[in-house]
């Protein structure tokens, strides 16, 4: 509901053709994606220990999710960019409604380039014939078929480094700046007492403080419990699996519920 009310918002406003706009409606619909996508799919095949929706949809799904997961953190970390660049050169030429349009397909096209290995590597199994057992018989799972755990572990590693690391470095990197860029030039400022430019100072750090923290506590889990699965399963235990993926997952779901609130409302 954030989120749709986010899209209200700019399409309301779409006479205000600004790059900030464009990345933060963007954003939110990339966030409606991942929760179509990842929640209600994880959700049945956690419950019911089994893949119910087909052949095709076990190429189309995990593809569909990796991209809109993707392409949220490649939005946050578009609008960090584009924010240091208006404060680092606030007189230079301003970025425009065309430059945004080139960001976002910019931020599509590697979002589907990234994630493309999935549709081809993902099958469905019958249970039954993988562990011949009768009960099975109508049970199917769909599961990563690489053609080695190397490859496995190196998409894995890359989408670590792309989906977290490199945001998180690019939102820490530049609100640091951004917070020393605001609080120079209040310095600078005679027309302002010191207490003010103190809370103003304090007032944006908290903020972008609270949008690095937001990102890094909520993606971090998951992105852990991936690698950890993918090098040695066995370091969870079968009997805490599923509660320890469905925490993660969860986590991973809340920054889709933050970001219309710490981007949105708040920006």
């Known amino acids: 509901m954030g989120n749709l009310l986010i899209l209200l918002a700019i399409f309301r406003k779409r006479k205000q053709k600004t790059i900030i706009n464009y990345l933060i409606g963007n954003l939110a619909f990339s966030d409606i994606l991942v929760v179509l ?3 209600p799919f994880t959700l049945t095949c ?3 220990d089994q893949w119910i929706f087909g052949e095709v949809m076990c190429h189309v799904v995990p593809f569909l999710q990796c991209v809109s997961v993707l392409i949220s953190t490649l939005m946050l970390m578009s609008i960090a960019l584009v924010r240091y660049h208006m404060i680092k050169h ?6 425009t409604a065309n430059h945004g349009y080139f960001l976002i397909a910019t931020v599509w096209t590697l979002g589907f380039t990234i994630c493309s290995p999935l549709p081809v590597f ?5 249970l039954r014939e993988a562990f011949n057992l009768e009960p099975l018989m109508n ?5 990563e078929s690489w053609p080695s755990d190397s490859y496995r572990i190196a998409f894995t590693i890359s989408l670590l480094l792309v989906q977290y690391i490199l945001p998180l470095s690019c ?5 640091t700046s951004v917070c020393r860029s605001i609080s120079s030039s209040n310095m600078n400022s005679v027309s302002k007492s010191i207490t003010r430019i103190k809370k103003r100072s304090r007032r944006v750090f908290c903020r972008l403080t609270v949008l690095i923290l937001a990102f890094a506590v909520s993606w971090m889990p998951l992105h852990l419990f991936h690698l950890v699965t993918d090098f040695n399963a066995n370091l969870i235990s079968n009997r805490h699996f599923k509660l320890v993926y469905c925490i993660c997952h969860l986590l991973g779901m ?5 970001n219309p609130i710490l981007y949105g409302f708040f920006k």
Not at 122 to 126: L, S
């Open 37 to 39: 996508f990842c929640s």
């Open 46 to 48: 956690v419950l019911l």
């Open 90 to 95: 606030p007189l230079s030429t301003n970025l």
């Open 122 to 126: 993902h099958k469905i199994i019958n």
């Open 139 to 143: 049970s199917y799972l769909c599961i």
């Open 171 to 175: 939102l820490t990197i530049s609100h």
């Open 254 to 258: 809340v920054s889709c519920c933050l």
